[in-house]
């Protein structure tokens, strides 16, 4: 079994795990502007607590996004950065299949929507189908306006992330609704093991966010529109 280091820093959630034969090792913390300077820290802390140094790790994994652009940049940039100081791998994950991988381990089934608030009144939405073993991606990662997703998802089998809350309205009465998270770092542990099970290494050169959204912030007339 190989070493792993995960992190993801695409939400106002700061993951990080350490996936080491027989035990994966967790740690979660507030992310947004935070992140940049807390992951390096606490990456040497979690490695310190398992009596490891950076060059036992054999490859390192990123959450990809979608997300914020700031989180996006820190882990892809502390990713890439560690992967050529050691000339490892790394791994890119799916933002919105953890979200997926997390509502799994609680009970949410084998058929999820995500739907996470991308702000500005829009979401990050993406359909997902446990098949043999692993999450195969039904419809990719979008960004969608609430009543648009709503009208696209029809009655979803299960649905998962922070847009549930933020957009409860729109979105309608969900049967089966998992808005809250019970651990981004278990959950990007899982899908960086499987990353690596399947072969899905890329060089440090090719680690790169997925945006999905090319503007992050109205302007004011936008906003006295809204």
């Not at 106002?12 to 992951?39: H, K, N």
Request: with cysteine; hydrophobic share 50%; aromatic share 6%.
């Amino acid at each position: 079994m190989p070493s792993l280091l995960a992190l993801d820093s695409s939400t106002d959630t700061m993951a990080l795990a350490l996936v080491t034969p027989g035990q994966t090792r967790v740690f979660e913390a507030a992310g947004g502007a935070q992140a940049s300077a807390r992951m390096l820290p606490e990456i040497k802390a979690l490695l310190a607590g398992a009596g490891l140094a950076m060059d036992d790790l054999d490859a390192i994994a990123f959450g990809q996004g979608p997300g914020a652009f700031t989180g996006l940049r820190t882990a892809c940039a502390v990713a890439q950065g560690l992967a050529f100081g050691l000339s490892k791998p790394v791994l890119a994950i799916d933002s919105l299949m953890l979200v997926a991988e997390d509502s799994r381990a609680q009970g949410a089934g084998d058929d999820v929507w995500v739907a996470m608030d991308a702000r500005i009144g829009e979401i990050y939405a993406a359909h997902y189908r446990w098949v043999d073993g692993a999450w195969a991606v039904v419809e990719a990662p979008a960004l969608y306006r609430p009543e648009v997703l709503a009208a696209h998802w029809g009655t979803p089998a299960a649905a998962a992330g922070t847009a549930l809350t933020e957009y409860a309205q729109a979105l309608g009465t969900l049967e089966h609704a998992w808005p809250q998270a019970r651990s981004r770092a278990a959950a990007l542990g899982a899908l960086a093991l499987a990353a690596w099970q399947r072969g899905e290494m890329l060089d440090a050169a090719e680690a790169v966010p997925v945006y999905v959204r090319d503007k992050v912030a109205l302007t004011t007339a936008e906003r006295e529109k809204k």
